[in-house]
């Protein structure tokens, strides 16, 4: 194997032997074969020691921690451990598509300022059969259809508006720049959710960024996933909190993102953007936002964007909030 891949697969893995052994064959039946694959063990106490013996496979280096350091300290060890160009996380329970590599090293050529690489997901319980009912498609980019027919080079400030509304790009479908990772700092998680929408941000701020409309991976979901044991309240808390640290890099970063934004928006549907809305007034996310998404639905025109407001938080006792924000936008807050 290279000293020097041009891809790391890292999987951290915790008591997950019962699907490590799926996730382990996806990326070891790569179609691309310059990867190394990092797994690092924290500390499982079920059988994952010996099914990583069972493997035998140059490509593979396994490191067992002596204790659970947590799960960030985990991705942190990988990251540091990574000797590759670009920086798959993978995670225990998920499983990457066979020519995954190849896409991404077809995509990228030549090109040096590529900090991410991504496809679409297929998210479910059970990964047989895309048209179970146990299986849908994750959000695509906010692009015509006509634009997602190969891959496309999303400008890193659009990637980034992205991550204010939804979550584009889901890992394992991600393979980052890994010189752009480490540069800003690695894996978000100073809070317990959206810690994902942060660390896309920021790298998608340091290149271009790649979509590949194909599937190129399976999420899965299960009653042990961390998103499934933190309360709806937490969710949009830290939602709200990771809104206002990606606006403040957008700020840094391209001080006109609002227009982009503008247009970015205009790519969903008008449902979706009053489904946000609501949303977004509920839970008290930053008033920018909230005018953003509000004059894409109506446009300027100030009784309208008061009307979709009001409309958008009726009976939710927040009639105080909506006059202050429309009238005293200021500066985005928790």
Not at 23 to 31: E, P, R, V, Y
Request: proline fraction near 5%; glycine fraction near 6%; include cysteine.
């Amino acid at each position: 194997m290279s000293q020097h891949p041009y891809f790391t697969i890292a999987i951290p893995t915790y008591n997950r032997a019962a699907f490590l052994r799926e996730a382990i064959n996806s990326a070891l039946s790569q179609t691309d074969s310059d990867f190394e694959l990092l797994i690092s063990d924290n500390a499982s106490t079920d059988d994952t020691p010996a099914l990583i013996a069972s493997i035998k496979d140059k490509r593979l280096r396994y490191t067992r921690q002596p204790v659970n350091f947590g799960s960030l300290n985990n991705c942190t060890f990988l990251l540091r451990e990574t000797r590759g160009r670009f920086f798959i996380l993978h995670q225990d329970d998920d499983l990457l598509h066979p020519e995954f590599l190849s896409r991404c090293r077809q995509a990228v050529g030549e090109q040096t300022d590529v900090s991410l690489f991504a496809t679409a997901v297929y998210s479910g319980s059970k990964p047989e059969g895309v048209l179970g009912e146990t299986i849908y498609l994750r959000d695509p980019p906010w692009f015509p259809a006509s634009h997602l027919q190969k891959a496309t080079e999303i400008s890193g400030v659009d990637a980034a508006i992205m991550q204010l509304f939804s979550l584009p790009f889901v890992c394992p479908g991600v393979a980052f720049d890994t010189e752009c990772l480490r540069k800003t700092g690695g894996f978000f998680s100073e809070f317990g959710y959206a810690g994902d929408n942060i660390t896309l941000a920021r790298i998608a701020l340091c290149g271009k960024v790649l979509y590949d409309p194909r599937v190129g991976a399976f999420l899965r979901i299960h009653k042990s996933n961390f998103s499934g044991q933190i309360s709806l309240d937490k969710i949009f808390a830290c939602r709200r909190e990771a809104d206002r640290i990606i606006i403040g890099y957008l700020d840094a970063a391209a001080p006109d993102w609002p227009d982009r934004a503008r247009i970015c928006l205009n790519h969903l549907s008008k449902r979706r953007r009053g489904k946000f809305l609501a949303e977004a007034w509920k839970n008290n996310y930053p008033g920018l936002l909230k005018q953003l998404v509000a004059e894409s639905i109506v446009g300027k025109s100030s009784i309208k964007k008061f009307g979709v407001h009001l409309f958008a938080i009726f009976l939710k006792g927040k009639f105080f909030r909506v006059v202050k924000s429309h009238f005293r936008p200021g500066k985005p807050s928790n």
